[in-house]
C-alpha cells in the first residue's frame, strides 16, 4: 500500500492533468499549460540534428569544430564512411546527432553496373557507338574506331566458335570495319561518384565482343573491376579522412 500522502499527490496531480489546458506562448522552445488559473512553462528539448553537406570539406571542418566546443562530458565523436554515404556521429555516447555526406553513383558507373546486371546485351552498331559517347562519354578518338564499322564483306565472312562465342578471322574483321581489326577490350574511364570533389576518375576495364553474323557489339565489365573501383574510391575518401581526422577521432569503415 502506498502511504497516504503519496496517494493525496497522484490525485492532485492527475485532477490538474485533466483540466490543464494547453497555452500558446509565441516561443516553439517552450510548451505551456494553463492550470487552476496559472500558467506552468516547461523547456522543449532540442530535436535530434541530422545536418546534410554537399562536400566532404564541410563533414570535415564539422567535424574539427565539433572537437573544439565539445561540451564537458560528452561522447567522442566518430566517422564513418561507406559506398552511400559519409558520417560524422557527433557524440558516440548517444549516437544522435550527426552530420551526413551522401555519395551518390554517377550515371556512368551505373550504365556499367547495368550492364553487368543485364548479362548478355547485344546492341546494334548505332546503339553501340551511341553507348560509349553518350551514355559512358568517351573520348571522340576512343570512339572513333567503332563508329567506322561497315558491314560490308557479307558472306564473305568466316566464323571460328572457340570458347563457346563466334569470332571473326581478323583479316576479315579489318575488310568488315574499315580499321585494322577492333579491339576485344577497352579501358573506359568514368567517376564512381557525382558529388563535387568525388569526381575523380577510375579505370573500367571491360570486353568487347563483336558478332559478324547479327550484326551486334558488346560491352561488359570484367568481373571485379567494379567492386574494384568502389573500393578505389572508398580508399581515396579513406585517406583524406585520416590525413584531417585520424589525430581528433575514430575513422572507420562501415556505417553506424
Known amino acids: 500500500m502506498f502511504p497516504a500522502e503519496t496517494l493525496t499527490g497522484i490525485q492532485t496531480k492527475a485532477c490538474e492533468a485533466q483540466s490543464a489546458q494547453p497555452v500558446d506562448v509565441g ?16 523547456d522543449v528539448p532540442p530535436g535530434v540534428r541530422c545536418h546534410v553537406v554537399r562536400q566532404l570539406n564541410d563533414l570535415v571542418g564539422y567535424a574539427k569544430r565539433t572537437v573544439e566546443e565539445a561540451a564537458e562530458g560528452a561522447g567522442p565523436p566518430v566517422v564513418w564512411h561507406g559506398e552511400s554515404h559519409v558520417v560524422l556521429v557527433i557524440d558516440d555516447s548517444d549516437r544522435r546527432d550527426c552530420v551526413v555526406f551522401d555519395l551518390t553513383t554517377s550515371r556512368e558507373m551505373r550504365t556499367l553496373m547495368n550492364l553487368e546486371e543485364a548479362g548478355r ?25 567503332f563508329r567506322k564499322l561497315a558491314w560490308t564483306a557479307g558472306d564473305k565472312l568466316t566464323s571460328d566458335r572457340r570458347h563457346a562465342k563466334e569470332s571473326l578471322d ?16 577497352i579501358e573506359v574511364r568514368v567517376p564512381v561518384y557525382r558529388e563535387e570533389g568525388e569526381r575523380g576518375v577510375v579505370v573500367i576495364h571491360c570486353a568487347v565482343d563483336v558478332d559478324a553474323v547479327e550484326k551486334t557489339l558488346e560491352l561488359m565489365p570484367l568481373p571485379g573491376e567494379l567492386e574494384g573501383a568502389f573500393q578505389d574510391a572508398q580508399r581515396d575518401i579513406r585517406q583524406r579522412l585520416d590525413k584531417e581526422l585520424s589525430s581528433l577521432m575514430g575513422v572507420y569503415y562501415g556505417a553506424p
Do not use: C, T, W, Y
Open 27 to 42: 516561443d516553439p522552445r517552450k510548451v505551456a499549460f494553463q492550470v487552476n488559473g496559472q500558467i506552468r512553462e516547461f
Open 121 to 145: 546485351a547485344p546492341l546494334d552498331h548505332a546503339s553501340f557507338v551511341r553507348l560509349l559517347r553518350i551514355k559512358l562519354g568517351l573520348p571522340a578518338e576512343q570512339v572513333a574506331r
Open 170 to 185: 581478323q583479316s576479315m574483321m579489318a575488310e568488315v570495319s574499315g580499321v585494322d581489326g577492333l579491339p576485344e577490350e
